[in-house]
């Protein structure tokens, strides 16, 4: 794989199209952590970890059912597998590290019923990526949520104190905020290509 | 002793108030009568009020003692004028709250005569001695804060002091008291030093001294005793300089901990007019009777420095310097912390360096317009504390008190008033931050 | 009934319950699933082929049928049916006389917002592109998908000159980008004015692709001639 | 006795329906389905689609899960509710397929994404479990149908302000400019606000009216 | 005399004010700008003095209006709207269609300041949000340049600027590229002398760096603006440029080009330095100079646009209170004690 192709990937899942601005998904979780930056922070280091996790599972599942010849499974075995999956490196972190579960385990069941993370597997299977390709693309999407995520909570924060008018306030103010971000998110486009 | 006076000292950040000192920093301190009716606060001080000693319808002389401390926190009182004592009752103080206070009617025709006490040696003196005597000697720190100055001379078991200095800074605006004081009491300022030095058992003393008072500076440092290890440093023209941690900032580059006092790095910081008074009074063994006040500001017809006995009413002061009709605005102290008063019958005390009187035209050209915040940061640029008024302003409107001391350090802020000062928005900044403390406080004595 | 469902609520799990729903469920599923995919499978089947069909069609300008070619990774090329998956593949078009009228080919790149996917039509009689069409883009709709509508731009598809070199292994000229007004010659694509980076996009991927594939269904051309069985 | 799950199951309640087209609307009240609603709606064809894939694997759910509510086990309840869900979507998925190649294009990898639609699985825990199946449908009818709606509230305007088509047809002027930024992420999230503000404006007018 | 009867004024201290008011500091930003509104209507004629006089109108207008329905006193005193449109109007193209102009105007106040609580409480420059609109909206006819210094510029106004409201405009007069463009897609590089001196094509306001220059410089002698912005976003911009430029000089451009053309200075010197979206202490605003600077060439050079300073703005803006969070000054007193032995 050429570095140039990783590059682009990356940034176009991290930046031009990125997963919640481009794309809408995880705008639940968006919405919802997005209210202090703490929060906001550990959620993304957890989601960028779920999407590696889930993004191999994905990959192994679509090459399985490509040999069983059973594409109709895909989308079951991919919510399922993923689930199963999270639970267990859940499981796992809370047994090994005590700490990192603390940091980034409530969030954990939280973003396993995130449409990102699906979108995630089912993106990387119709691009028709490799491993790697597959790996970076879900590097990507994670740091872009991320950057949202952390954009918008520092945003919420100062929006906090401001002297909203009663109208606005609310999930309106959050999805107008948000459309913003994503016009400003428009400046990348084109970049790496 | 010639010297070339060089200055670059300054602390970081502060603002530039006009100086407006010029009307009258060259007029010679004069005396004031006695007025009719003196009221006399038994809390004059920080601290635990002072214990009145003498009953209604005693006579008292001139310099006798009438109250005694309460404690170690406490000083003791004396008469400023000879007379009788008409009654002990409440009356208001500048905040509008009721104190106790001694009511006394100075005889007719009053002299000026004061009594001798036990005189303090300044060589043969222990430094408890020292210190018992300036507690009775009734002396308050006279720069504005009023904290009892033996106090900050008993240096706490472990700690030293490695420099003593003395504030001649006087950065607020308007106020001369000081600048006067250095002029016509160099003697008493150095003897209040030899007083100081051995209580604190400082190797050296120096005085700090605003550009703004060069003639004071170089008048100080001609006149240094032989021997004495006493200099003089010039700072830079800016507010806060007056505030202890700022001068120490600007004179040592030390620092005092967030909470803690100037021991801590081993100073210790007296003003120059309590230095002179504790170097005129001790050698007798008299008390605090008078202070010298500026009387200035647009609605007074006689600006100048007067000695004024304390407890003097401000209205007896305001008729004697010819106060205008359309005064509209009173405030003790300087204009960036003084206090605004509602009442004219309130009294001179030991803290008091200043009454500036406004008339209508100043107070009305006042924008009145508060702007929301538009994160300027001038206020950021000015908090000699390096605090950020802005965020707690923001966070005060939004009654967000606890993530004001927590996470902004509301409680190292020491209402210098910096920020209100220069914000363009005009939000009183400082008002919020005191109501934030006030309310902080009260929680935390709720629970 | 109350009681009944009491003693249910209160009652601890039992395994064997719970496999048992599960299986159930999960066999329903399956059923809704199998059948739900067999039954639309031809239809399914049907409407990508005639997707593909048009799409050949129409950057093969008078095509009546196709036959579907696997690219080896060894550059040979050989007719292909089946799963379409993970395999490279090219499109041979013939006439009503069964005459072999050019090769479609699928290309792809980077376009301004993400992959822009093309198939476009090579003549070897004309040794030039003949016909383009955008299968997916997600450029800025009204701006970059220009490229999809834009007859002036579409026009350098009509004869895109791709001839190759004498000794057969490379092109005479790349495709080269000029910007709008500036095409001299047929073997330049002429950019869109306020569109330029998509076209600039489109332009790369076809000098790309051409320079790969020209040559090799050169190569093969007996291969196609010979497809259509 | 209103405790129990199935108290009042045993009548049809029309208020079931209603309630999700306006007073319970799952995108403009609960502010839910998020994803789809904002990634779809940059025209009709597709928030219609959108809405009537979602609206069925929401009756097909709800169904299932309402009529088996007593069989199945409360520890593996969501389990069983996703692959319900998830074989649903799976049938959506192919029948949009067969049915028309360029819709499943346009919608792209969304209509799989319905399984991770909060709603469906919000009702089926919410609702279906605990009612009767008749209430059920009625309820998953009104959800849909007020999911539905939404989506066309967003569809339209972005559609026709976006490109100045409904449906496909020229509704405005031939020489009307088309606002770009309405079919692009950004203008979604606008629409989206918009509507929301709306929504809240009229609430607020209503509480005041009812203060008053 | 009579001192009884005096009623006191009750007021808590400071009791002198440094002066500085915010409509005053507002204020002084439009003078600033005027000088290069001025220009931008010598150069670009009669059309720019229409895109401008009616962004202007629209933003001021649509405040009062706002206000009004909210049922809260006018804000349009406080001429903070006034600098957003003149803003705004300064970085359109001069051929843009007035009812886009008004549009933007609108949006860039209800969308990019009033939802937000209005004046303080933006977290975006609402200029910009505006803007970013516009461009998301229109793109192509707020990509099309018309030539400077046009010999009718004066008395006669390109075909697009009077399109009907809501209609498409039509492009009939002859379009140019800017300096940005041809450098990006042909490789051309404008002179330096004409680009500092605004003799480019461009939006209106952006051409003459030299009176942007001199009109922050005037607000910076004021202090009504933190030099530290534009200073951090040059030198970044600067050292970036240079170094690709050193390595690649054939396709990047060198950092004089860079810092002359398009929409940099008007940009650094008046949008970034927004106060109430830019950060607060002195190492704040230079991280987010830096961040600007970094974006902006970042786009510029291989970006799928030209011109990236709107949204390298917008973004920093974004990230403004994070920087503001990450170095709040160190409080006097809690660094430890500086010993001197």
């Known amino acids: ?193 | 002793m010639e010297t070339t006076i060089t200055v670059k000292k300054t602390f970081p950040h502060g603002v530039h108030p006009p100086e407006a000192k010029e009307e009258t920093h060259h007029l010679k301190i004069r005396r004031f009568p006695f007025a009719p009716v003196m009221i006399l606060p038994l809390s004059q001080h920080t601290g635990k009020p002072s214990k009145a000693m003498v009953r209604e319808g005693q006579e008292v002389a001139r310099g006798q003692k009438i109250a005694e401390a309460d404690g170690f926190v406490s000083v003791a009182l004396h008469a400023p004028a000879s007379g009788i004592i008409k009654r002990i009752a409440l009356a208001p103080n500048p905040v509008g709250r009721m104190t106790p206070s001694i009511y006394l009617q100075p005889f007719p025709a009053s002299s000026q005569e004061v009594l001798e006490g036990t005189p303090i040696d300044p060589d043969t003196a222990s430094p408890d001695e020292i210190v018992k005597a300036i507690q009775d000697a009734g002396i308050v720190g006279l720069g504005g804060a009023a904290f009892p100055t033996h106090v900050k001379l008993k240096i706490p078991e472990g700690k030293f002091v490695d420099t003593l200095i003395i504030n001649g800074v006087e950065c607020e605006p308007y106020l001369t008291t000081d600048h006067r004081v250095m002029l016509e009491q160099k003697d008493d300022i150095f003897m209040g030093i030899r007083y100081l030095m051995k209580v604190t058992g400082a190797q050296r003393t120096i005085i700090g001294i605003e550009a703004n008072k060069l003639d004071a500076a170089q008048e100080l440092s001609a006149a240094i005793p032989a021997g004495m290890p006493v200099s003089v440093e010039v700072f830079k023209v800016k507010y806060p300089q007056g505030a202890e941690k700022m001068l120490i900032k600007a004179l040592l580059d030390r620092e005092v901990p967030s909470g803690g006092l100037p021991v801590d790095v081993h100073t210790v910081v007296v003003n120059v007019a309590t230095a002179a008074e504790i170097g005129r009074l001790l050698p007798h063994g008299r008390g605090i009777m008078e202070r010298v006040i500026t009387i200035t500001g647009p609605g007074v017809a006689k600006k100048g420095n007067y000695w004024i006995p304390i407890g003097t009413p401000v209205r007896y002061v305001l008729e004697q310097a010819g106060a205008k009709d359309n005064i509209s605005l009173v405030f003790l102290g300087g204009p960036m912390m003084g206090q605004a008063v509602s009442n004219l019958d309130f009294p001179f005390t030991k803290g008091t360096s200043g009454l500036v009187v406004f008339t209508e035209a100043e107070t009305n050209s006042k924008p009145q317009k508060i702007y929301p915040c538009i994160h300027c940061a001038y206020c950021v640029d000015a908090c000699p504390m390096f605090l950020n008024p802005s965020q707690m302003g923001i966070l005060a409107k939004k009654e967000r008190y606890e993530e004001m001391a927590e996470q902004y350090n509301l409680f190292d802020c020491f209402e210098c008033g910096a920020c209100s000062y220069v914000c363009p928005s005009h939000i009183p900044l400082v008002q919020y931050f005191r109501v934030a403390k006030g309310i902080l406080r009260e929680k935390k004595a709720a629970s | 009934m109350n009681q009944i469902d009491l003693k249910k609520l209160t009652a601890p799990p039992n395994p064997w319950h719970m496999l048992r729903s599960m299986g159930g469920v999960g066999i329903v599923c399956a059923l809704l699933i199998v059948v739900a995919f067999q039954g639309t499978l031809p239809r399914i089947n049907q409407n990508k082929a005639e997707a593909l069909e048009k799409a050949v069609f129409q950057v093969l300008p008078g095509t009546k049928n196709r036959a579907t070619f696997r690219v080896n990774p060894d550059g040979a090329c050989e007719p292909f049916q089946g799963e379409a998956r993970g395999q490279r593949l090219v499109y041979a078009g013939f006439d009503e006389n069964n005459k072999l009228v050019g090769i479609a080919v699928e290309a792809q790149g980077q376009g301004f917002q993400d992959v822009i996917r093309l198939i476009y039509g090579y003549s070897p009689e004309k040794q030039a592109v003949i016909g383009y069409q955008v299968l997916e883009s997600k450029d800025t709709p009204g701006l970059g998908d220009k490229v999809e509508k834009d007859p002036h731009f579409l026009a350098n598809f009509d004869n895109l000159e791709v001839p190759l070199a004498p000794d057969g292994g490379a092109l005479q000229h790349a495709i080269e980008f000029v910007k709008s007004g500036g095409k001299q010659h047929p073997w330049q694509i002429e950019g869109i004015t306020g569109a330029t980076i998509s076209s600039r996009a489109i332009a790369n991927i076809m000098q790309k692709s051409t320079a790969e594939m020209v040559p090799l269904l050169t190569k093969n051309l007996e291969t196609f001639q010979a497809g259509q069985k | 006795m209103s405790n129990h799950p199935d108290a009042a199951a045993k009548t049809l309640d029309t208020n079931e329906f209603i309630k999700g087209l306006w007073k319970e609307n799952p995108v403009f009240i609960q502010v839910l389905g998020m994803c789809p609603t904002l990634a779809v709606t940059n025209s009709v064809i597709n928030a219609i689609t959108m809405g009537l894939a979602t609206s069925f694997v929401l009756i097909m759910s709800n169904l299932l899960v309402s009529s088996l509510r007593h069989v199945i086990p409360k520890q593996v309840r969501i389990a069983t509710y996703i692959l319900i869900i998830a074989s649903f979507v799976t049938v959506a998925d192919y029948v949009i397929q067969a049915v028309s190649l360029d819709v499943y294009k346009s919608l792209g990898a969304f209509i799989a994404l319905i399984v991770v639609n909060c709603i469906i699985l919000g009702r089926a825990e919410a609702f279906a479990s605990k009612n009767s199946v008749g209430n059920s449908l009625l309820d998953a009818l009104g959800m849909g149908v007020g999911f539905t709606f939404a989506l066309l509230c967003l569809g339209g305007v972005r559609e026709i302000m976006g490109n100045g088509t409904f449906l496909g047809y020229h509704v405005l002027s031939a020489h009307y400019q088309p606002w770009i930024i309405m079919i692009l992420p950004g203008g979604g999230f606008f629409t989206l606000g918009a509507w929301l503000l709306l929504f809240n404006y009229l609430r607020k007018r209503k509480e005041k009216i009812s203060m008053q | 005399m009579n001192l009884t009867q005096k009623t006191l004024e009750i007021r808590t201290s400071p009791h002198i004010l440094s002066g500085m008011s915010t409509d005053t500091i507002m204020r002084n930003v439009v003078y600033a700008l005027l000088p290069v509104a001025a220009f931008a209507v010598y150069a670009f004629g009669l059309a720019a003095a229409l895109v401008i006089s009616v962004s202007t109108i629209s933003t001021v207008l649509t405040e009062h209006v706002l206000c009004r329905l909210t049922k809260k006193e006018s804000t349009i005193g406080d001429w903070s709207a006034a600098i957003t449109g003149l803003l705004y109007g300064l970085t359109l193209p001069p051929g843009l269609p007035l009812w886009m102009v008004f549009c933007g105007g609108v949006i860039a106040i209800a969308l990019g300041k009033f939802m937000f609580g209005g004046l303080g409480y933006n977290p975006f420059n609402p200029a910009l949000v505006g803007r970013a609109v516009m461009q998301a909206a229109f793109p192509v006819a707020i990509t099309t340049w018309h030539p400077a210094f046009t010999t009718d510029r004066f008395y006669n106004l390109p075909d697009s600027t009077l399109t009907l409201p809501f209609m498409a405009p039509v492009f009939k007069a002859v379009t140019t590229a800017t300096p940005l463009a041809q450098m990006k897609f042909d490789h051309k590089i404008a002179d330096s002398y004409d680009l500092a001196m605004g003799f480019v094509s461009g939006s209106t306001g952006e051409t003459c760096a030299v009176l942007i220059l001199l009109g922050g410089a005037y607000l910076a002698w004021r202090k009504m603006m933190n030099w530290r912005i534009p200073a951090a976003i040059f030198l970044t911009v600067i050292v970036l440029s240079e170094f690709f430029h050193y390595l690649k000089p054939e396709i990047y451009p060198d950092s004089l080009f860079m810092l002359l053309s398009g929409g940099l200075m008007l940009g650094a010197v008046f949008m970034a330095t927004d106060m109430v979206a830019s950060p607060m202490t002195s190492r704040g605003v230079m991280i987010y100079g830096a961040l600007i600077g970094i974006l902006v060439v970042v786009i510029r050079l291989w970006g799928g646009l030209p011109e990236g300073v709107m949204y390298a703005i917008l973004i920093a803006n974004a990230a403004s209170p994070h920087i503001d969070r990450l170095v709040q000054p160190r409080v006097y007193g809690t660094g430890g004690v500086k010993r001197k032995t």
């Open chain 1, 1 to 193: 794989m050429d570095f140039d192709n990783l590059s682009f990937i990356f940034i176009n899942a991290s930046l031009i199209n990125n997963f919640v601005l481009a794309y809408f998904l995880g705008i639940c979780p968006f919405l919802g952590v997005s209210g202090s930056l703490a929060t906001a922070t550990r959620m993304g280091f957890a989601v960028i970890f779920v999407m590696l996790v889930s993004s191999t599972c994905a990959y192994g599942i679509h090459s399985l059912l490509l040999m069983l010849h059973a594409p109709y499974l895909e989308l079951i075995s991919f919510i399922v597998v993923i689930a199963s999956a999270v639970q267990l490196v859940e499981m796992f972190i809370k047994k090994f590290s005590p700490a990192l579960f603390r940091a980034l385990g409530i969030f954990l069941p939280l973003i396993t019923t995130n449409c990102a993370i699906l979108a995630l597997a089912l993106f990387q299977t119709a691009k028709g990526y490799s491993f790697i390709e597959c790996l970076v693309f879900a590097l990507g999407a994670g740091v872009g949520f991320t950057i949202a995520l952390v954009l918008m909570a520092g945003i919420r924060e100062k929006l906090d104190l401001a002297e909203i008018p009663d109208t606005v306030k609310g999930t309106a103010l959050a999805i107008m905020v948000a459309g913003i971000l994503s016009l400003t998110f428009m400046g990348f486009a084109g970049l790496g290509g």
